[in-house]
């Protein structure tokens, strides 16, 4: 597998449940980054890790978002509590270095009905 | 005033034409910039990545980068109708993390 996948590729959920996605990054990609997109506007950038260290957490990322990269390898997005406006495809992206191109999986589409 | 302006569309062109987008952005810092394809429902595709002012070619793709106006473009030569989706630009200061713009919806028209 050469490019970055997500699971699962759709969510359907009750409001007030929680879901999880998960992302696993390109083989030796040591950057992997969250971003939420709703329809109609460009990728926002929720949270990214370097290994296993979070580093930075957009204002975005309510106290009802928590994702974590154990090990440095695949890493989770949880939400908790779930409202209809947090309705919206969630992609990961990787990178090998700082400065270089970031890859993007096919993304979660969550729906909270 | 966002950090990444993009024009939405649609940019609507005939089959062959030659198709130019382009975003404005406000911070100096940004160094690298990124052209994605985004089709409906899928994640977005990288086509084009660069680091400096003047034109990179790959293909029926250039990107061009003018830092001293803080603009840039993406032109794709003889257009097809597989060329229909979305643009997005990204654009990242050192270190940083991806800045994007809201995308263009572009409609190739046999």
């Known amino acids: 597998d050469t490019g970055v996948s997500q699971d699962p590729r759709h969510k359907i959920t009750k409001r007030g449940q929680n879901v999880t996605f998960r992302c696993d990054p390109i083989?030796?990609?040591?950057?992997l980054y969250w971003y939420r997109q709703t329809l109609g506007q460009g990728p926002e950038f929720l949270t990214y890790?370097?290994?296993?260290?979070?580093?930075?957490k957009s204002r975005l990322l309510s106290d009802r978002f928590s994702a974590e990269r154990p090990k440095g390898s695949f890493s989770t997005l949880e939400i908790q509590r779930t409202e209809q406006g947090d309705s919206a495809m969630y992609l990961c992206?990787?990178?090998?270095?700082?400065?270089?191109?970031?890859?993007f999986g096919q993304g979660t589409r969550l729906t909270v009905v | 005033q966002k950090e990444v302006e993009q024009d939405p569309g649609p940019l609507s062109v005939p089959e062959g034409a030659i198709v130019s987008l382009n975003c404005t952005y406000s911070?100096?810092?940004?160094?690298?910039f990124m052209w994605y394809r985004q089709y409906s429902r899928k994640g977005p595709e990288l086509l084009m990545y660069?680091?400096?002012?003047g034109n990179k070619e790959d293909g029926r793709f250039t990107a061009q980068v003018d830092k001293s106006s803080k603009y840039i473009s993406l032109f794709i030569r003889d257009s097809q109708p597989s060329d229909s989706a979305t643009y997005l630009c990204?654009?990242?200061?050192?270190?940083?993390?991806?800045?994007f713009g809201g995308g263009t919806r572009v409609l190739v028209k046999p």
């Open positions: 992206a990787s990178s090998s270095e700082v400065n270089t191109e970031a890859f």
């Open positions: 083989s030796e990609h040591n950057r």
């Open positions: 890790f370097q290994n296993e260290a979070q580093l930075e």
């Open positions: 911070n100096s810092a940004f160094q690298y």
């Open positions: 660069t680091y400096s002012s």
């Open positions: 990204a654009i990242k200061a050192a270190g940083n993390k991806l800045t």
